[in-house]
């Protein structure tokens, strides 16, 4: 399967910590991007990193990217309470995304 | 400027039982896509449409069957539902191409029993 797998599976910090979610996949990608779901929500784009990068910020939010390893890395500075949700990595091969099963992130105010 | 819109909500029906779940978007985009999401299983594509006229199987096609209406249209359906269809189903757009951001549907609720 080229689906991504994140780690940890739940994460739970106090508000104002960073947060770090990590992702790994199986083959080569043209690129990956990191989403984020509410509960009872669809799922929204957060960032994209393309394979030729290494690290993209948006915000609060700092991706990495390591295609020898195969892995990515997305950290959520300075968390709020209404970051709490379940983030999913999206390795993407042409048409097709790969979503692995998400961490479910709680941030306790 | 709605996005992606899915009906219905949510939907009970008995083995066998056939339905059509509906999705639209109004973003211009070329590409439409169909996934599942089960608790532990994240989210499993099961048909896209790259492009309006053509439909492609997803990691999980079995049991259903696709239509790209328009370029704005992509239903799903479901021709003899089984338990293990039971499951939120949301419909995704794309740009395609170069345009790799996926917009999400709200998504559908799908209980068979």
């Known amino acids: 399967s080229q689906q991504g797998e994140e780690d940890p599976q739940a994460l739970s910090i106090q508000e104002g910590e960073n947060a770090t979610m990590n992702c790994s996949y199986k083959?080569?990608?043209?690129?990956l991007q990191w989403y984020r779901q509410n509960s009872g929500r669809g799922l929204v784009h957060l960032i994209l990193?393309?394979?030729?990068?290494r690290e993209k910020h948006s915000g609060r939010l700092r991706v990495t990217l390591d295609t020898s390893k195969k892995s990515s890395s997305l950290l959520i500075t300075a968390s709020r309470a209404a970051d709490t949700a379940s983030y999913f990595c999206?390795?993407?091969?042409?048409?097709?995304?790969?979503f692995g099963t998400g961490t479910s992130l709680t941030v306790i105010p | 400027n709605a996005g992606v819109t899915q009906t219905p909500k949510f939907q009970v029906l008995k083995t066998g039982q056939s339905m059509t779940l509906q999705c639209a978007q109004d973003m211009n985009h070329n590409s439409m896509y169909w996934y599942r999401q089960d608790p532990g299983m994240g989210l499993r594509l099961i048909y896209y449409?790259?492009?309006?006229?053509?439909?492609d199987k997803g990691e999980v096609p079995n049991g259903y069957n696709v239509s790209r209406l328009n370029k704005r249209e992509f239903s799903l359906r479901l021709e003899s539902a089984a338990p293990s269809q039971t499951s939120v189903y949301f419909c995704?757009?794309?740009?395609?191409?170069?345009?790799?951001?996926?917009?999400f549907g709200p998504g559908t609720r799908l209980l068979v029993l």
């Open positions: 999206a390795p993407n091969t042409g048409n097709q995304f790969y």
């Open positions: 995704a757009s794309s740009g395609g191409g170069s345009q790799l951001t996926q917009y």
């Open positions: 449409s790259a492009s309006e006229g053509t439909t």
């Open positions: 990193i393309r394979s030729n990068e």
């Open positions: 083959t080569s990608i043209n690129n």
